[in-house]
């Protein structure tokens, strides 16, 4: 199935990730006509292996998690199309947007396209995250870094806080910060806490086999078992800023207890909204807002009860 010229869907989803797939799947069995805008690979699909995802104890990859949900979606009707929403706007009660050359008309969106990892600027560093040497989120993997030497890279105090987090896991920790000397507010945490820190750009890196097997700086050489990157994220917000929608400091997009924005019909989940970037968050928001798209379209075709 798919949705002509002259044909539009219920929901505008906009992003196939685990937020964007599961919003479609319960709107599929909420019977509801949903196109869901796929923009290329999903930020899950970076996982090279998933321990915390409730229900798979032996773990899954980010590319099995994807497939199941998009499978899933598919099964209740909902279109995928592969394409971006290049610009969205309010159009009576409901919402136009634009994406491959044409116009989507939709009486309620969900924005969940998710953020931009700001890696580090390493040689191999995409190879080295799919292998886990190279690591994101301490709150998804760092269960598996228990007793490694593990070297942490930020560029504010993100950094400290990513390092006293894994202090719970190792004690070797080194934090690398490679930004300037007052982005560092709360260094003294660090001598209580035990991290080393290193205040200097890395010249150049050796990814190894399963470690990475030197980070050189001021002519000196070391190695560790894992680096994890505290240099954050952007929000993919901009269809959200040009509509005004209400968005936090850090410009993740201000959402009620329902996932609905501060534009009626405009719903956020995922990553896009939440700084704990995890699926079962993602999938939780997206449920929400799913169900409140189904009960408000119902109430605006006149069902009052
Ligand atoms: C290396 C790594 C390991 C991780 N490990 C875990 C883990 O073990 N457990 C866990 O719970 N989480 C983990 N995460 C985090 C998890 O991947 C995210 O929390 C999750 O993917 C968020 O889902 P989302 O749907 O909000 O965003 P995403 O998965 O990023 O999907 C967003 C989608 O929106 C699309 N998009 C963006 N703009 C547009 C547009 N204009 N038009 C159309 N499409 C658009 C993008 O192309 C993308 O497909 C990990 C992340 C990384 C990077």
Not at 71 to 96: H, K, S, T
Not at 120 to 147: F, H, M, N, Q, T
Not at 151 to 178: K, N, P, Q, S, W
Not at 193 to 220: F, H, K, M
Request: charge should be negative; aromatic fraction near 4%; glycine fraction near 10%.
């Amino acid at each position: 199935m798919s949705f002509g010229p002259d044909d539009h869907p219920d929901v505008l989803i906009v992003g196939a990730g685990p937020a964007g797939l599961t919003a479609a799947t319960y709107l599929g069995r909420f019977r509801r006509r949903v196109l869901v805008a796929d923009g290329g690979p999903p930020r899950a699909c970076w996982i090279p292996v998933s321990h915390n995802m409730a229900g798979f104890p032996e773990g899954i990859t980010g590319e099995a998690i994807l497939k199941r949900m998009r499978d899933q979606a598919l099964e209740y009707g909902a279109v995928i199309e592969a394409g971006c929403v290049e610009a969205i706007r309010r159009d009576g009660d409901g919402f136009v947007a634009t994406m491959n050359g044409r116009q989507i008309r939709a009486r309620a969106v969900l924005l969940a396209t998710g953020v931009v990892d700001h890696h580090p600027d390493l040689p191999g560093v995409e190879d080295a995250i799919k292998r886990s040497l190279v690591r994101i989120c301490p709150i998804c993997d760092a269960y598996e870094a228990i007793d490694k030497s593990v070297a942490i890279i930020g560029r504010d105090d993100r950094g400290i806080r990513e390092a006293a987090f894994m202090r719970t896991y190792t004690d070797r920790v080194t934090l690398i910060h490679v930004g300037p000397p007052d982005a560092l507010t709360e260094r003294e945490a660090l001598d209580r806490l035990g991290v080393r820190l290193v205040e200097c750009a890395i010249e150049a890196v050796e990814i190894g086999e399963d470690r990475i097997t030197a980070l050189n700086w001021s002519g000196g050489r070391h190695a560790f078992d894992l680096l994890y990157s505290a240099l954050g994220t952007t929000p993919n917000a901009d269809l959200a800023r040009e509509l005004s929608v209400a968005l936090t400091e850090d410009d993740l997009l201000k959402v009620d207890a329902h996932s609905a924005t501060s534009i009626p019909g405009f719903y956020a989940a995922g990553d896009v909204v939440k700084g704990l970037n995890q699926i079962a968050v993602a999938t939780s928001d997206a449920a929400l807002a799913a169900t409140d798209i189904h009960n408000r379209l119902r109430k605006a075709d006149g069902q009052t009860v």
